[in-house]
């Protein structure tokens, strides 16, 4: 009978990757979603721990339903929380496994792995972690497999979640290359590093319920304490009593105004202009021992810093006001607005709102978010990681806070980009381009560079799909296939010239239909609302000398805009 109390504890990674731990995902669980900037993030933090001889690195808890439990404690465990952790720990492992030089380091790797049958100790063979079964014979084949992580590569047909398996086995296994080898003491330290000194907790249970309620409340952002709630209280208190009903009032009137999750991710950005380094602990201790530790007060001092910040954040970045009547109101409020909905990251907001702290004035705002914009979009187009993009966040806090004016921070070697202008060009031109995630992104961007002169304050609310002018899936005897073969369509479609902008509805209703009947429907009801695809009006025909012009000249806009 299986035990439905709840159990917590701390373990080693070469603990719970033992012969007391079989882990199966659940088949309601979601698939394998971690990306690239997940598992860079992850090695690098663990790297950084190794280098600066921590004695722990804290990879985060896993929550366990105890399946099957065995006499010797052993037992088979559904993951209910933590899968994608797990999962990209195994990936690691095996990448590791299949690099090392050590006979010994292989064979230990591939036992956390893969369980051997041992008649004598009562084990069966078996993996030590069972994905869902969609992904278990890829898994098995390219992970779990001694030298299977060898011969795994993108391919056409695979599906998203076997992409990213591989995408985090290339990323792993390029992490230990140095100069076209791979370095073995690297790769050494690492192993036993991971083995040794990495940890996790697990909570288990027997009861599915208890175990989902468990998820439920570690998960729920409404029941445990916020990091606002905790910094609330340590700088009240640090406020004369005199004075704690004002402050009080004062921090309660940001939280109302942005509410709980804004403000936690408001105090966050605080720690990055105030520190200007890579997180290294939990943000509260950071701000115990680093900030309020020299850098500024707790109490009064942070609250009225606090509430500086929250109107910068609020006014410029949420209502996208930059505070004068002129043409330069309407471009910043459409050129923030892009950026602050539809780019997946925020690092930009934190140097923002750092210059406006120094340089308030309205026309060095406009100034300064075009080369702010220039520089993420640029190194988000090159796919630099999000490790990298922390460490170019920090650079430009470091111009600013050094700058003697706002013309030294405009003209820093920062925000030269010139390196990557070919690159830049390459990835643009490629023929997979609606796959990037900044597609979409970059449409509208051109979307708001066609319509700059007009003063009209562009508001894309609502969905905004991307349209495929020639469709993805023709019909076989359609106008499509009788204009573009197979190749074409292969090399053509996914391309920036033949990519346009329209709301769901409309996008819906085009559909696969050919061009001229397309046409209509793009504008039926009234133009629509996307300069970029009002331009499609003014070709009578839809072949392949159009996409490649309008080919050449989108990307002749997007470098006028970015390189000009």
């Not at 380091?105 to 004598?120: G, H, R």
């Not at 939280?255 to 380094?277: C, P, V």
């Not at 033949?498 to 009801?525: G, T």
Request: glycine fraction near 4%.
């Amino acid at each position: 009978m299986l035990d439905n109390k709840i159990e917590a504890k701390e373990i080693l990674v070469k603990d719970l990757f033992d012969s007391k731990f079989l882990f199966r995902v659940p088949e309601y669980q979601r698939q394998f979603s971690w990306e690239n900037d997940n598992f860079d993030q992850l090695f690098e933090d663990i790297k950084e721990s190794l280098e600066s001889e921590e004695d722990n690195y804290f990879l985060g808890s896993v929550i366990l339903q105890v399946n099957e439990i065995n006499l010797d404690g052993s037992g088979i465990y559904d993951i209910v929380d933590g899968q994608q952790r797990l999962t990209t720990i195994t990936i690691l492992l095996a990448v590791m496994r299949d690099l090392t030089n050590s006979t010994q380091a292989k064979a230990t790797l591939q036992e956390k792995i893969y369980q051997k049958e041992n008649e004598y100790m009562g084990t069966k063979e078996e993996v030590r972690i069972h994905v869902r079964d969609r992904e278990k014979d890829f898994f098995r084949k390219y992970v779990l497999e001694e030298e299977g992580t060898k011969k795994a590569t993108i391919k056409n047909n695979l599906s998203e979640p076997q992409q990213r398996i591989v995408t985090a086995i290339e990323v792993f296994r390029n992490k230990f290359y140095i100069d076209g080898a791979v370095n073995q003491k690297l790769l050494s330290n690492m192993i036993k590093y991971i083995l040794n000194n990495c940890v996790l907790v697990y909570v288990k249970t027997g009861n599915f319920t208890s175990a989902f309620r468990l998820f439920s409340v570690l998960n729920d952002r409404g029941m445990p304490l916020a990091t606002s709630d905790l910094l609330k209280s340590a700088n009240l208190s640090a406020v004369k009593e005199n004075n704690r009903k004002r402050y009080q009032m004062s921090w309660e009137q940001i939280e109302e105004d942005l509410g709980r999750d804004e403000l936690d991710k408001l105090i966050g950005f605080i720690r990055t202009i105030l520190i200007k380094e890579k997180p290294r602990k939990n943000i509260v201790d950071e701000y115990n021992q680093m900030i309020f530790n020299g850098i500024m007060e707790p109490g009064e001092e942070y609250i009225q810093y606090l509430d500086e910040v929250a109107n910068i954040y609020k006014e410029r970045i949420l209502n996208a006001n930059i505070g004068i009547s002129t043409n330069i109101e309407v471009k910043f409020y459409n050129l923030i607005s892009i950026m602050r909905d539809f780019i997946p990251f925020s690092d930009w907001m934190v140097a923002f709102i750092s210059f406006a702290l120094k340089y308030p004035e309205e026309s060095n705002l406009y100034n300064f978010l075009i080369i702010l914009e220039k520089s993420y979009v640029i190194n988000w187009i090159i796919g630099i990681t999000t490790t990298k993009r922390i460490v170019e966040t920090n650079r430009i806090l470091q111009v600013i806070e050094k700058s003697k004016n706002a013309k030294e921070v405009f003209n820093d070697d920062v925000f030269d980009l010139n390196d990557y202008k070919n690159e830049v060009q390459r990835l643009l031109n490629d023929s997979l381009f609606y796959k990037m995630k900044f597609c979409k992104y970059i449409l509208l961007r051109l979307d708001l560079y066609l319509c700059e002169n007009s003063n009209i304050n562009k508001c894309y609310k609502g969905t905004v799909s991307v349209e495929h002018v020639l469709p993805q899936n023709p019909k076989e005897d359609s106008e499509w296939t009788r204009t573009f073969d197979s190749n074409s369509r292969n090399e053509l479609t996914h391309k920036l010239g033949n990519l346009v902008l329209l709301s769901r509805k409309k996008n819906s209703a085009a559909n696969n239909i050919d061009f001229k009947e397309k046409i209509i429907k793009y504008y039926s009801n009234g133009i629509t609302d996307f300069e970029i695809t009002r331009e499609i009006k003014d070709y009578s025909i839809w072949n392949h000398s159009s996409i490649q012009s309008r080919q050449v000249k989108q990307l002749n806009r997007i470098l006028d805009i970015y390189y000009s």
